[in-house]
């Protein structure tokens, strides 16, 4: 297991640093394999044996019970939501627990962060459960302390409500916050909680989506061109 342990970072308290609000999977890490796969193999067991990665990458940004209800219907599958869920998240708890990538730059980012004294959470369309699965066996959850699933809101992303509730956790302004996503609806969310926006395309082809138009800070080539020393440079700067 690859870790930094918060004791190994020295943390220097001054003055109110910006909240920083991450999404996990696609922005922290390289969780979309096992998205897929688990994806695949629920898929399969349904009869659904040509769900390819072309079609999972429509999904990418989206909560997994909302893409569970649209692939339901797509492809007429005639089971409960949550039973699909159940599965889902169980296969891709096995899947991340064996291995899960963290992007090297973002781990460099939120040890500056932390040791900044910058209040931290992560938001994510996850379970908690696998929220806590891929923090814990990457080392990022000595870091990250607050978390907030979007189990735990009354809607997923592109509505703001993760986000939302992430600062009122860490008991900041929605305004005063800065977020980290992945995807264009994450950045919808974002827009729509008010908050900052520094945009890192998992999919480099959905750079122009009109969703990141908006953001204050877009690397439009992804977590190739994504650097901590940026991203911190540009949350320091005055708002305007």
Known sequence: MSSSPASQVTRVMSAPRAPVIF?????????EPNYYEAGRRLLAG??????S??????????GTRETLEILTREFGIDAPVEELLAVKNRTYLELARAHTEVFPEMRGFVERLYAAGHPMAVASG??????????????????LTTIVSA???ARGKPEPDVFLEAARRLGVEPA?????????????????AA????AVPYVAETADDPAFAQVGLLFRGGQGEFT???AYDWIGRPVR
């Open 23 to 31: 999404d996990l999977d696609g922005t922290l890490v390289d969780s």
């Open 46 to 51: 349904y009869g659904v044996t040509d769900f």
């Open 53 to 62: 990665w072309e079609h999972h990458s429509r999904f990418i940004g989206i």
């Open 126 to 143: 996850s379970s908690r459960a696998a929220i806590e699965a891929v923090l814990d066996g990457t080392g990022l959850d000595s870091l």
């Open 151 to 153: 189990e735990e809101v």
């Open 176 to 192: 005063h916050c800065v977020v980290l996503e992945d995807a264009a609806p994450g950045a919808l969310a974002a827009h729509r």
């Open 195 to 198: 908050m900052r926006c520094i």
């Open 228 to 230: 901590a020393r940026a």
